[in-house]
């Protein structure tokens, strides 16, 4: 099966980055994708050969997300932007949190997803077409204890996806999607064992995928979910 979609998409080494990529490519979709891990990108430049890419990149620094997308836009503007990449805070109260732990998780959550869509996203303008997918959380639209910046982070994603969507031309959408919740590294991070009862990232990929591929212009500006997630 082949689609010809082109697709970019952040934090795709690891999670759900990993269950996407390979959806993705099993749908004939061409991929290029990031993430922050050198080994982890080498990893998948090996199984995942041309016409897919992937590159180490920091979404955090604008030098290497605008060099990444420049060697990128030269084959033209993707199809689907898919902002995945995220980070999470150990469990803790507000107080407690280390200063450089929280603003990690902002500087990737929030400012990491607008350096890529400033770079990306003029092109998909330019020719009024595409689906940006903003990755928001079940904690992007509720609240729990101990996870305070994470959810402020999320939840910050959402109100930037619909500011986004009223910026962009018709005939395109931006999205915030909330994933559910998966047996990731990152819930592992707040739940410890517990996470293992939840779906893992291949069996939600198998429902995300189609769903992803699915959203068009009239979803612009929805807060969606994955079904059954």
Known sequence: MSNGLKIVLTGATRGLGAAMLEGFAAQGCVVHGCGSNADGVARLTKSY???HSFTAVDVTKPDQVNRWAAEVLKSGAPDLLANNA?????PGKLWDLPSPEWKRVFDVNVIGLVEVCRAFVPAMV???????VNFSSTWGRSTSPDVSLYC?????VEGLTKSLAQELPQGMAAVALNP??????MLAQVFGAAAASYPSPSAWGRRAV???LGLKASDNGASANVPGF
Do not use: E, L, M, Y
């Open 49 to 51: 050969p041309s016409p």
């Open 86 to 90: 995220a980070v999470i805070h150990s």
């Open 126 to 132: 330019a020719r009024r077409k595409g689906v940006i």
């Open 152 to 156: 402020a982070s999320k939840f910050a």
């Open 180 to 185: 559910g919740v998966i047996a990731t590294d």
């Open 210 to 212: 189609p769903f992803i």
